[in-house]
């Protein structure tokens, strides 16, 4: 059987697992698309590359499995860059996949040569890059891909293959197909370490558990393990945002305390956590400069990130939970004194008292933007338990993302440290075609215009996303920090931060969904209902007032110095 480079491609990617592929099609690149048709591989044609990346991207997160984005020749390739920076971001294994101009025709002046070395731009943004040159080889490069991208630390990588070799001509019979060229296996932690870990857990008053993003990537044999030891000591349980719902359902308290808890604690056990900023870099008033550390991570340069890892454990986040569970059972008896706990529920509740207020803001003309957080909130949480969630914004992303509670893996994907906004329609579909249950994507007006396209692409697969626009009128996390740290400037007027009002559920109208706009908090889950009922892509236009700040942007704008209401008041001339 004569087949060409794109074939070869399509057939090692089928033997890797992979199920589908995001792509925009280019000439130089229909061989792989081809050759997914022929494989049984599902063809996703997105509006927009870097939107292609971000599906990509959720689907790993959501799954743990690796996605795929194929993009043409330079224009293409360079139009992913920000999507490939943020599942570097997120350590999320995504390849990347692209043509270039045939080898005759290097450094020529042919279109779309441009004398880039896109590898090497691509070499810097992802964990490994690589060119190939015989279209034989093409199985053995894509089997080294998916070892670089599920190593200790996961991340993106890069394929690239000029137009001549991508069509060259082979017998599939000469080729050679890797076979068992990578493994599951987690590395297991250091004995004598887990019993020292187990042996602070065991003695710790007021323990508290982080887990990170990247122990979805390593959870397989530790879900039961986490959720028994959680159990076992009363520990509560703070998880970052795609580790929410990965070892526990956040309607047992346990799991949903543990933020709150971090400035009292006295051993914190970190399983695959980043000590970042939404650690406070692990340091004060966050959290307790007195505490002990138990840092395991598969990664070692994490080990003693920005805090002290009194114990660092170089394992997998499954393996070690389940040595850990173990030890810990062999050195103390089940808790059953729940004074921790419960002293950890109250200081979550002081932790979050500023949001919650929010969420229980008085009925005001344009709504709240936390109220409207907070009825979509209740419908998922009570109507809606097993819908996935795609946050996306500024302001909007992090009032849904405390808005919610979750209930299995992968329920919910949001931007990583690096903070990217657009990203939820490509969310949106990657988190679709990962469990095919309902997604509702919820983001600022500022946000939703990145991608708008990709209506069409969720109206053409039958893509039942259901878009909930909190519309302030402007880019409101910049805006409203503005006003509190640029006084003198804003006297001359707001510049551009601000939007005009315009009725974007009509979008969904035009690429054959459906849309509302919404006025009243009473209308919005009745909308959300209505839309659901239709089985197409909606979106719900909800206008939201403008001066009303998620204590995050207070805290930005401010320079992490905390304000009265007074104060805030003032800011925004609501005295």
Known sequence: ??????????????????????????????????????????????????????????YARTTGKP???LATVTPGVMQTMQGVFEARAAGSPVLVISASVSVGEFDSGAEQDMGMDTVSILRSNTLWAAKIFEAERIPEYVAKA????????????????PVNIMKSKIELDDVKFPQKSRTSAQAFGDPALIDQAADLLAGAKQPVLVVGDAAIFTAEGGRQAVEELVDYLNLPVYATTMARGLFGDEDKTLFRIGEGALCEADVIVTLAAA???????????????????????????????NCPADVGIVAGTGAAARQLLTAVKAKTAKKTDDAWAKKAEKLHAEYRKDWDDA????????????RLAAEVGKFLNEEAKDWSVAADGGDS?????????????????????????GTGQGFAMGQWFAHKKPVLEFTGDGSIGFYLGEFDTMARFGIPVICVISNDVQWGMVKMAETMRSEDEIKNGYLATTLAERRYEKIAEVFGGYGEYVEDIKDVVPAIKRAAKTGKPSIINVRVDSEHPCPFTIMYGCGGRPLTKEEIAAYFNKK
């Open 1 to 58: 059987m004569i087949v060409n480079g794109g074939r070869l491609f399509a057939r090692q990617l089928k033997k890797e697992g992979v199920e589908q592929i995001f792509t925009i099609c280019g000439g130089q690149i229909m061989p792989v698309i081809y050759g997914c048709r022929a494989e049984g591989i599902k063809v996703i044609d997105v509006r927009h590359e870097n939107a292609g990346v971000y599906a990509a991207d959720a």
């Open 67 to 69: 996605g795929v984005i």
């Open 146 to 161: 998916f070892r670089q991208m599920l190593g200790a630390a996961p991340g993106p990588v890069y394929l690239e293959v």
């Open 275 to 305: 000590m970042n900023f939404r650690l406070n870099n692990g340091q004060p008033p966050m959290i307790n400069d007195k505490a002990k550390f138990v840092q395991i991570h598969p990664d070692v340069r994490m080990i003693g990130f």
């Open 359 to 370: 969420y229980n803001f008085a009925d005001i003309t344009p709504m709240h933007p936390a």
């Open 397 to 421: 992303y992090e009032w849904i993302m405390r808005a919610v509670r979750l209930h299995r893996p992968g329920q919910i994907v949001g931007y990583a440290a690096n903070g990217t906004i």
